[in-house]
């Protein structure tokens, strides 16, 4: 399989405003690299093809923060070149029991007694739980896993994740004992990571992954916790979508939200979905948002 990498130096000083505009337009394909220590950033993507490369580039140039510091620069990339671009963005981390490893590690990681871990390999998808928004989820999965009304009602552990990417919220959520898991994305290609994943863990005949956009991913669909980590203005779109597919008594998990929009999101699903609890966390310049259907 040949894949086209493009490569443009932009001004450290824009790296992370350009960061966070690749989440917003749920720009998948591309990514910020950045170089501390010699105060040099750059965009990245990685195509299937040269035509797809100079398109994207054509779309994403004029809503960039700053000006490019050079042209782009466009080649092809060895197989071993483009399966191995993003390991150097995945790092292992924990939050409670659970731990989120790179595969790459697993010969030199020890994992403590009485501990999880869910290992990793994702791929071109989105999700490693590095970034603020995956985290957000993988906190709010782990404290449900642990809250009393999960540990008690053992028929309410129904689990959605609204675009899976790399699988890792609905794969969590198995480890941490929710059944009836299911994910899916609108990307194959997530889909397929995902599956990989299930696999690699163990835990491919306790989640389902299929490929479906949000209004047919979530029909007839009635979740204890369903999660969507999706970029604001989508989840303001599908809010009567998102609110309808949650059961009584369950949790709705809301993340890709950046902290100056939470408020405005906040009001669109307290109209959505009046009488429902929600509160909301900050981390970094990214906010989640979980509403609990009272009833």
Not at 51 to 62: K, M, T, Y
Not at 106 to 121: A, K, M, N
Not at 263 to 275: D, N, S
């Amino acid at each position: 399989m040949e894949l086209f990498e493009l490569k443009v130096e932009i001004p450290a000083a824009s790296a992370e405003a350009c960061d966070e505009l690749l989440l917003e337009r749920g720009e998948g394909n591309w990514s910020v690299l950045e170089d501390a220590i010699a105060r040099r950033a750059w965009v990245q993507g990685i195509f299937p093809s040269r035509v797809e490369a100079e398109a994207a580039w054509a779309g994403l140039l004029p809503g960039l923060p700053a000006a490019p510091l050079a042209g782009p620069e466009l080649r092809a990339l060895a197989d071993q070149d483009w399966k191995d671009s993003y390991k150097a963005h995945f790092k292992a981390w924990k939050f409670g029991p659970l731990h989120w490893v790179p595969v790459w590690e697993r010969e030199t990681f020890r994992l403590p007694p009485g501990e999880q871990v869910l290992w990793l390999d994702p791929g071109l998808a989105f999700g490693t739980g590095n970034h603020e928004t995956t985290r957000l989820c993988c906190e709010r999965l782990v404290a449900l896993a642990a809250s009393d009304r999960f540990q008690v009602t053992s028929d309410k552990r129904r689990v959605t994740d609204a675009g899976c990417g790399s699988g890792i919220l609905a794969l969590s959520a198995a480890l941490l004992g929710f059944g009836q898991v299911s994910g899916f994305d609108n990307d194959p290609e997530a889909v397929r990571v995902s599956g990989e994943n299930a696999a690699m863990n163990g835990l491919a005949d306790r989640v389902v992954f299929r490929t479906a956009g949000l209004d047919d991913g979530l029909a007839g669909v009635q979740a204890d916790v369903l999660l969507a980590n999706i970029q604001a203005d989508v989840l303001m779109r599908f809010a009567a979508t998102l609110v309808g597919a949650v059961a009584p008594g369950g949790t709705l998990v809301l993340s890709g939200i950046l902290a100056t929009e939470l408020e405005q999101v906040r009001a669109a699903f307290a109209e959505a979905a009046p009488g429902w609890r929600i509160d909301s966390r900050v981390m970094g310049e990214w906010s989640d948002l979980a509403l609990v259907r009272v009833g």
